[in-house]
């Protein structure tokens, strides 16, 4: 199958995308078969967003304790 991932809209697609190389895998995986040969635990796509929403938290708390402390 030669269907290119990146045209379709997120929705409308039966398959994940490789978090390494970008190739299809099956659906709620995030790492192919390739990039992971030996089965071992990936990382979760909800793992992925609670990093970037810990980190956003994180650069909100630092500003305003800067702010706190310009005042
Ligand atoms: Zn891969």
């Given at each position: ?56 938290l994180l ?13």
């Amino acid at each position: 199958m030669t269907t290119n991932v990146r045209r379709l809209p997120p929705m409308a697609r039966a398959y994940d995308q490789c978090v390494r190389c970008g190739k299809a895998t099956q659906w709620g995986h995030s790492v192919c078969r390739e990039c992971n040969p030996a089965g071992l635990p990936e990382p979760s796509p909800s793992q992925y967003h609670a990093t970037v929403f810990t980190v956003v938290l994180l650069v909100m708390v630092v500003l305003a304790l800067i702010g706190i402390a310009l005042h």
